[in-house]
């Protein structure tokens, strides 16, 4: 059992370019969420998503976008990259709602340089 | 205000020492208590869940809800270096649907 599958582990992005980061998750989990980790600031929340088909912005969405075509995959597009999307981006996911907690990806360390 | 205060340490204890690590919050409709731990270039895991008040232990680890005080707590007994790793805690509602509200985290180190 994989649980949340992030990939790739790190990149270095030149300012303008483009990448998605990808998120699976084997658990038939239905809430699956992005955030962005930077020190000394907490987890904020990116994008989200409660079940296939359907996305919502969470906290921080700007410069990012997200789909959800299938209950395992939820990628994370960054279009243009800026130097202020250096940070560290995790997937996690749920089976329902919060109460129970999350189960996280490993991470994705970017950097834009 | 924001919801969920921790505060991030660093925090340097001896190997076996007992460790208090806290949280508070300010919206009393939380019912739903986590603490995660992340060790570094890692992901959060899951480390203890608490419903509503009271304590909840497993091992060297003991979770304490006061929501009278809005208040919560994680001790580790006899800490070891394998301890040392940020410790977020997190929160829900009810009817908080998606939304889990996490602490900043605190830094702890446990030297030899």
């Known amino acids: 059992n994989a649980g949340v599958t992030q990939t790739p582990k790190f990149r270095i992005l030149k300012i303008g370019q483009s990448m998605t980061l990808q998120c699976t998750q084997d658990?038939?989990?239905?809430?699956m969420y992005w955030y962005r980790q930077d020190p000394g600031m907490g987890l904020k929340l990116i994008y989200y998503?409660?079940?296939?088909?359907?996305?919502d912005k969470g906290e921080v969405p700007n410069g990012y976008n997200v789909s959800r075509s299938t209950t395992e995959d939820f990628p994370l597009r960054l279009e243009l990259a800026a130097p202020s999307q250096t940070s560290v981006y995790f997937c996690?996911?749920?089976?329902?709602?919060?109460?129970?907690?999350?189960?996280f990806g490993s991470g994705t360390r970017l950097t834009v340089v | 205000q924001k919801e969920v205060e921790q505060d991030p340490g660093p925090l340097s204890v001896p190997e076996g020492a007992i460790v208090s690590l806290n949280c508070t919050y300010s919206?009393?409709?939380?019912?739903?208590f986590m603490w995660y731990r992340q060790y570094s270039r890692k992901g959060p895991e899951l480390l203890m869940y608490?419903?509503?008040?009271g304590n909840k232990e497993d091992g060297r680890f003991t979770a304490q809800v006061d929501k009278s005080s809005k208040y919560i707590s994680l001790f580790i007994r006899d800490s070891q270096p394998s301890d040392s790793a940020t410790y977020l805690c997190?929160?829900?509602?009810?009817?908080?649907?998606?939304?889990?509200?996490f602490g900043k985290g605190t830094s702890l180190l446990v030297t030899p």
């Open positions: 996690a996911s749920s089976y329902s709602n919060s109460n129970n907690g999350y189960t």
């Open positions: 658990m038939n989990h239905n809430y």
């Open positions: 998503s409660v079940g296939a088909g359907i996305t």
């Open positions: 919206n009393s409709a939380f019912q739903y």
């Open positions: 608490t419903y509503s008040s």
């Open positions: 997190a929160m829900s509602a009810i009817d908080s649907g998606y939304a889990l509200n």
